[in-house]
Structure formats: C-alpha cells, structure tokens
C-alpha cells in the first residue's frame, strides 16, 4: 500500500475500534467475545478504511473523546526483546507510562508468553484485581 506522500519520513498508524458492553466482555467466563472483537477490527483494517481514515483526518472538525477508549497496542511481536545495542539483549521491555492503553510485551526469555500492561483508574484498582482473581479461578473448578 502507498498511501504516504512521497519523501514521507515517519510513523504513520490508523486506529481500528471496536465497541463493547463490560458485562459482554466478561459474560460466559472466557476472553472469546473480547478476541473475536479486535480480530474483526484488524481485519477491517484495508486500503479502503485507511483512505477513509484519512479523509476524515482531513476535518479538522472532527473530535475524538479519548477519555472513553481504550488503546490496545502488540509489542509482543516486534523483536524488541533482542535488540542489542553493545551492552547486551535488555532485561524488561515496555513505555515508560502507560495512560489509555493495554499494552501486549513479550516475557523475556518465553517466546510463547506475553506480558499484559494495563492502565487501570486508580478508583477501581481493588474491584479489577477482585474480577482477575476471579477470572483466574474460572479454569481450576474444573
């Protein structure tokens, strides 16, 4: 795809929503519903949508409420864990804040486990570690 003017030097992303109610999310015990939402998005992510994203950009009338999303980001995939620059492979991978995102880092050391860095308000900390507990449990009645 060569949607980036000529000489164009840079990151250039598109964003490709989707929109949930909590209680789907975490309905019949199981991450289903929540994964099969981003594959859909990811797959909606074509040269159409980008010019269409663009062309929207274009407005500058158009105003997006960050403040209600959630920003789910894989860095899990980008080989970071092996960059050496003199000093040696890193030992921890991963931005320095972490505000409206989940953010997918690799395990050093684990090619098939992944990291799972979440930006959490800090009024409901206790009540989102009480539903991960929880959802931890779910496999062990079993």
Known sequence: MKLLPKGYYGNGFVLAGVESMVKDLVAANNLDHGVKLVQ????SVDEEYIKSTIDVLKDKKVIHDGSISLYVT??????LEDV??????????????????CV???????????RVLLSVPKNIVEKFQHYMIEIESWGKDV
């Not at 894989?74 to 080989?79: A, D, K």
């Not at 620059?85 to 505000?99: I, M, T």
């Open 40 to 43: 859909k998005a990811k797959a």
């Open 74 to 79: 894989q860095w899990n995939r980008l080989g």
């Open 84 to 101: 050496d620059f003199g000093e040696g492979k890193p030992l921890h991978v991963g931005p320095l804040s972490v505000q409206i995102y």
């Open 104 to 114: 997918l880092l690799p395990v050093i050391g684990d090619s098939n486990a992944v």
